[in-house]
C-alpha cells in the first residue's frame, strides 16, 4: 500500500514524521544493548543511552561482532582492534562501563542457535528488565533494504530473551534462568510506536558516534550520516514533534 508509512515492505513509505509517539516507560534500573556492529547504536539510539545512565539506570553493551569487515581499506584483524576500541570509548561517553564483543563474523551474522546460545548466557549474567537494539525490520521506512545482520541479530535477541527463561534450554551456557526481561526496545524502527526525549543529551549522543572517526573516514563519500551532529540532529528534530519535545529518537516497543 503506497501511502502506508508503516508498511516496512513499501519501498516508497516514509517514516511519517508527524505521527503521534508514546513516551517509552522509565521504570527500570538495568538494560542490556545488543547491536551487530560498532556504530550502531551510536546512530541515534546512544541519546537515549545516555538520558537513561543520568538517570542512575545501568547499562551493558554487547556487540555481536567486532564490524571487521566494515571498512573497505583495511584488513579484518586491524579493523577489529580499531573498532573494538572505537565502541569502548563510544560507549564510556554516554556512561556504559561494560562493553562485551561476542565475535560472530561482521557481514555473516545468522539469527542461528548458537547465536541464541551467546544471547541468552549473555541475558542471564546480565539480568535485564529492558533490552535494547536498532531497526530489525527489512527497511527504515524510506528506499533501501536493511543489513542482513541487523535484521538477523533482532530476530535473535528476542528469541534468546524467551530462551533465557527457560531453564531446560542451553544447560550449561552459564548463568541462571532469567525471565525478568519486560520489553524490548528497537531504534529507528519504521513501525515505532515510542520516543524518548533526547533534548538535554543529544551533545554526548553525537559525541559518541564521533568516537567512531576512522570508521566514519572510511565511509564513501557522500554516505548518509559521515557528519554526525547534523545528521542526528536532523533526524532528532523530525521524531520530537511527535513525541511533543523539540529533540527525541523513535523505538518500537515489543511487551515480552
Ligand atoms: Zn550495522
Redesign the pocket.
Known amino acids: 500500500m503506497a501511502d502506508d508509512p508503516t508498511d516496512p515492505t513499501d519501498p516508497t513509505a516514509t517514516t511519517d514524521p508527524a505521527r503521534t509517539l508514546e513516551a517509552v516507560p522509565e521504570d527500570w534500573d538495568r538494560a542490556l544493548a545488543v ?3 560498532p ?2 547504536l551510536e546512530y541515534g539510539v546512544a541519546s537515549a543511552i545516555a538520558r537513561w545512565t543520568d538517570q542512575g539506570k545501568t547499562i551493558t553493551y554487547c556487540l555481536v561482532s567486532a ?1 571487521e569487515a ?1 571498512i573497505d581499506s583495511m584488513p579484518p584483524d586491524e579493523c577489529a582492534r580499531v573498532r573494538m576500541d572505537e565502541e569502548r570509548r563510544s560507549a564510556a561517553v554516554v556512561g556504559v562501563d561494560t562493553v562485551e564483543f561476542l565475535g560472530h563474523p561482521d557481514g555473516l551474522i545468522e539469527a542461528n542457535v548458537g547465536l541464541r546460545r551467546d544471547l541468552a548466557a549473555t541475558i542471564r549474567r546480565h539480568r535485564p528488565e529492558v533490552v535494547i537494539s ?1 531497526n530489525f525490520r527489512e527497511t527504515f521506512g524510506f528506499p533501501g533494504f536493511n ?1 542482513a ?2 535484521r538477523a541479530t533482532g530476530l535473535a535477541l528476542i528469541d534468546a530473551v524467551r530462551d533465557a527463561g527457560n531453564r531446560w534450554l542451553f544447560v550449561g551456557a552459564g548463568g541462571e534462568p532469567w525471565d525478568g526481561v519486560r520489553m524490548a526496545l528497537f531504534g529507528n524502527s519504521p513501525v515505532s510506536g515510542h520516543g524518548v526525549d533526547i533534548t538535554d543529551t543529544i551533545d554526548r549522543g553525537v559525541a559518541s558516534l564521533e568516537e567512531h572517526r576512522v570508521y566514519l573516514d572510511g565511509l564513501p563519500e557522500g554516505t548518509r550520516g559521515t557528519d554526525p551532529d547534523s545528521f542526528l540532529r536532523g533526524m532528532a528534530t523530525q521524531v520530537g514533534p511527535g513525541l511533543g519535545v523539540d529533540l527525541a529518537v523513535a523505538f518500537e516497543l515489543i511487551p515480552l
Do not use: M
Request: charged content about 25%.
Open positions: 547491536v551487530a556492529h556504530d550502531d564490524g566494515g536498532i543489513h545482520d541487523h
